[in-house]
């Protein structure tokens, strides 16, 4: 840990051997002048110096001098810190000593606290290379308590005691008021941007975490998917929604889902060409809804399966068209599930959005209703009309997809089932 500070800060040894000759010399004819004994001032005077190099010399990292401040606060990530714990002892020595020589615990540790304050607003703005943080405020104040502390218990130990304690108490709960009193006013003037960097790491620590495992889950599915032989190429994954979307690049297509909720999305085949072999359409639905029954047993709980035959007249190269869609109250709902089976029985591919059910208000206009209010606004009579639930500005509604004729300039329209105003829903 000390050679690490040593590494962040250039000149660091010397820059302090300099100041502390600096301190320390005129601190000890002080003392000899005054009558005071020296050592201890001397010492008082080489741990200010200590603090000032380790604080203030311009630093390799942080964000001072560009008016950021860190205020996020963490007792785990304090303790588990050596940083923070070198705050800590860095405060010690110089309040302890500053205890032994005043003999004033109380005031020795408050100006250790603001001393403590005005060095991390010198950070904020002056002090290239270092980083604002109220966490190592918080432990250069917990340093100045145990030095204050220690500072008593040498003196009592021989005897000495505080001078006059009760005005000590006094003089340093003033101090410590007026000075955090006007520290605040500072940073109020001064507006920094703050940050919680142990926030920000918190959610670095749980992306990473939610990743884990991904790979390997859609290797997995990748080789069910797409068969024996399957070789996973390249994954990649994408933040989207507070999530993942991960991405396998195999051998033979492309597999989409969501992570961490494993969930498939898409299976984009190399080969989509229908293949010929003896499946005929009941065969391929049971392949198809078992299939779905695997990947899917959540979207399809309480769907309606309809199929369809893609070229009949392709005979044994046809290909079957498995379709699930769910209705609640008459409304269709926005999951939905595509799978497509050759006549030998290889799932060629799938798209699916496998998502919950949203609560819905009631819908108040029945088809009809929804076709007349279109049929007034465009002239055009509807050709066909759908109950969807449909995103619409952030929130889910009934909304009816009303069909216009083909070859009219009028596109399809939708309207609220609600409150029967035109709308546009978002694309998802």
Known sequence: MIE???????????????LASLLCLPTWLAARTGGHPPLVRVLLAASLAGIATVTLLPGNAGDAGTGKCDTGLSLQAALDSPSAWMNVALFVPAVFFAVLAFRRPVTAAAVGMLLSGVIELAQTNLVGGRSCSVTDFAMNTVGALIGAVAGLVWLRARGRGEHRWW??????TGIACAG???LAGIVHASSPQTYDAAAVEHRQEAAAKASAGSSEWITGAAQSVFGQGTEVQQIEEIKQNGGLVATATTNRGKL????????????IPKNNQADAGPVRSKQAVRIGSKFAATWFADEIHGARLTTKTLAPEAGDQAMYHLTYRRYVDGVMMPMRLDITVTSSGRVIGFTARPVTDPTLPKAELDRSAAEALVRGRTGKSPTAAVLLAQKVAGAWRPVWMVGMPEGSKTPDMFVDAVTGRKVTPQMS
């Open 4 to 18: 690490a500070s040593i590494r962040a800060v250039p000149g660091l040894l010397v820059s302090f051997l300099v």
């Open 167 to 172: 005005r000590d108490a006094a003089w340093g």
């Open 180 to 182: 955090l009193l006007a």
């Open 256 to 267: 989409i889902a969501w992570w961490p909720q494993r969930k498939l999305v898409e299976a």
